[in-house]
C-alpha cells in the first residue's frame, strides 16, 4: 500500500478523498476535510507505508499512524466522471463488480476467471507473452480479439483501464485478489472492468460469449488492504 495506489483506488470509484491509516489501510470518502476532522501534528503520522508499488512512490512516504489518518485530495480524471455519455455511477460499477461471477445475475460475465495481482517488473509480468498498452485495446472483448490475433492463447488478462496482455499460464503464479481490487473500468467501456494498479482482471480468451445488462442487486463499501468501508473519524 503507498499514497498513490490508494488515491488512484479511490479514483476509481468517484471519491474525492484517500486516507492512509497504520501503514497499509486505505479509505475513501467525501467528506469535505476542513468541516469534519480535526488536523493534527504532522509527526503523528508515523507509519511507513507497507509497500511501495508506485513508480514516484518512496520508502520515506507515510501512511498515517496508529489512530490518525494521512488525507489525500483525489484528483479524478475527466474520462472517470460518471455523465450521460455512456458511463456508469458508482451503485452501477459496484454492482458489475460484484456480479462478474453470480451466473444468476445478468451482471455475469462469463468470460472472467479472477483478479490477480500482477508484478510492477515489466519482465516478470504474470501474462508475459505479449503486451500492448494504450492502443485501443481497452475493452475484453477487443483485448481478447488481440490475443487471439497474435496467436493462441488461453487468457486475455487487462489492467488499469487500457492495458491488454496475452498468456497461456497464471494459475500456478497467480496471487488472488479480492474483485473490488480489480476497480478500473474499460477506457472503451465503461460497463466493463479492466483490472486495476497492477492488478489483472483475467478472461478466458477462448470463451467469446459476452455477459452484461443491469441488476438490482446493489453492494455498497469497498475492500483493499484489510479495511471495508469509507473514511471516518
Given at each position: 500500500m503507498d499514497p498513490i495506489m490508494c488515491t488512484i483506488h479511490c479514483g476509481d470509484f468517484f471519491f474525492k478523498y484517500a486516507a492512509l491509516k497504520k501503514g497499509n489501510e486505505c479509505y475513501c470518502g467525501n467528506d469535505t476535510i476542513e468541516s469534519s476532522y480535526n488536523q493534527i501534528n504532522d509527526t503523528l503520522c508515523n507509519k511507513t507505508c507497507s509497500g511501495c508499488l508506485s513508480y514516484n512512490c518512496t520508502t520515506d512516504d507515510k501512511c498515517g499512524g496508529e489512530t490518525v489518518y494521512t488525507v489525500y485530495d483525489v484528483k479524478i480524471e475527466d474520462s472517470k466522471v460518471p455523465s450521460n455519455g455512456g458511463n456508469v455511477n458508482i451503485?452501477?460499477?459496484?454492482?458489475?463488480?460484484?456480479?462478474?461471477?453470480?451466473?444468476?445475475?445478468?451482471?455475469?460475465?462469463?468470460?472472467?476467471?479472477?483478479?490477480?495481482?500482477?508484478?510492477?517488473?515489466?519482465?516478470?509480468?504474470i501474462l508475459n507473452s505479449t503486451e500492448v498498452y494504450e492502443t485501443g485495446v481497452d475493452t475484453i472483448d477487443k483485448c481478447i480479439t488481440y490475443c487471439n490475433s497474435k496467436g493462441i492463447f488461453k487468457y486475455a488478462?487487462?489492467?488499469?483501464g487500457s492495458q491488454c496482455?496475452?498468456?497461456n499460464d497464471f494459475t500456478s503464479k497467480e496471487i488472488n485478489l479480492s474483485l473490488e481490487r480489480c476497480s478500473t473500468s474499460c477506457v472503451g467501456n465503461r460497463s466493463q472492468i479492466c483490472g486495476g494498479f497492477f492488478a489483472l482482471s483475467v478472461y478466458n480468451a477462448s470463451n467469446t460469449k459476452s455477459g452484461g445488462g443491469l441488476s438490482k442487486t446493489k453492494i455498497i463499501g469497498i475492500t483493499i488492504g484489510s479495511v471495508v468501508g469509507v473514511i471516518k473519524q
Open positions: 451503485l452501477e460499477k459496484l454492482d458489475i463488480i460484484s456480479n462478474l461471477k453470480n451466473s444468476s445475475n445478468p451482471r455475469y460475465e462469463p468470460r472472467f476467471l479472477n483478479c490477480i495481482k500482477d508484478s510492477s517488473i515489466c519482465y516478470k509480468r488478462g487487462l489492467q488499469a496482455f496475452c498468456g
